[in-house]
């Protein structure tokens, strides 16, 4: 992919992942990660499908064009750091470290399996390229926010990213850590939401309200920007306007449609948490060829 480096991962430990990658190919590797998820998931008889799905486009625009990265040497003290908050997206920061060269594309189908290094949710003491271990929601921006403090009390250049879901924002301990974050004046770190408009139990709008949802973050002393959550230039553009926010963090609502790019998964909330069966993972890998 346009000079970035690829699962066989040949290239010296000193060199940082190439970001060359085009619109048009970071648009197919997505395609391909969504395959990627259907297949790894189906085959492993449970997961998280919807979620994955949603937030597609966010990642590849991070791992494929904004994150400095070496894929040969995940603890590369200057790297960037991306903070999964929405653990349960496991499959899709799995396919993507994969893809980057982290492992190897086959271990992917080991999902869920005993004594595999890509458990349901992330373990970062197991899997390469994993920077938080996830369970329980709400947690990401909190441990974000001390990885930011960390490359400021060191002098490190470093980002730090950390993708939320917007059912996650339900959470107290998010609000605590968006205040803490601009209380400390900390523009090191992006937050990003993947606003699917779901979560689990149905339509965040019946679950828990979070409107006004951009007001809630301006009033809490971020700068928000909004995107299309499909659209990787808009995606790309959003995190270099990010970079340049000085004095305060900003955060991406990113829209997007839950299960998206399987017709019967899109704003489908059953798939949340439930894998494909045989004939559903054949009809989604034909829609996503």
Request: with cysteine; net charge negative; hydrophobic share 40%.
């Amino acid at each position: 992919m346009g000079g970035s480096k690829s699962t066989s991962a040949t290239s010296a430990e000193a060199e940082v992942f190439s970001l060359s990658a085009s619109v048009a190919e970071m648009e197919a590797m997505a395609k391909k990660l969504r395959r990627h998820i259907v297949t790894m998931v189906g085959k492993a008889g449970s997961g998280h499908p919807g979620g994955s799905l949603s937030a597609v486009e966010i990642v590849t625009a991070l791992y494929f064009k904004i994150l400095r990265h070496k894929p040969l040497d995940p603890q590369w003290e200057d790297r960037d750091r991306f903070i999964l908050s929405k653990g349960h997206a496991a499959p899709l920061l799995y396919a993507t470290l994969a893809e980057c060269g982290y492992f190897p594309v086959k271990e992917l189908l080991t999902l869920r399996q005993m004594d595999s290094r890509l458990q349901g949710h992330t373990d970062r003491t197991i899997t390469p390229g994993v920077e938080m271990s996830s369970g329980s929601l709400g947690q990401g921006l909190s441990f974000a926010l001390g990885a930011a403090l960390a490359g400021r009390v060191d002098g490190r250049g470093y980002r730090v990213y950390a993708l939320l879901g917007d059912g996650e924002c339900n959470e107290g301990q998010v609000w605590e850590a968006a205040m803490a974050t601009a209380h400390y004046n900390v523009d090191n770190l992006t937050a990003v939401v993947d606003n699917n408009g779901q979560q689990i139990d149905g339509w965040n709008c019946d679950v828990m309200n979070l409107d006004p949802f951009v007001g809630k973050w301006q009033a809490f002393g971020w700068k928000v920007i909004e995107v299309d959550g499909h659209s990787i230039s808009q995606l790309i553009d959003a995190f270099k306007e990010a970079q340049k926010v000085k004095g305060q963090p900003a955060v991406i609502i990113a829209h997007t449609v839950k299960g998206k790019g399987v017709s019967f998964m899109e704003n489908n909330p059953d798939f949340h948490g439930k894998a494909p069966n045989a004939i559903e993972m054949e009809l989604a890998l034909k829609e996503l060829e």
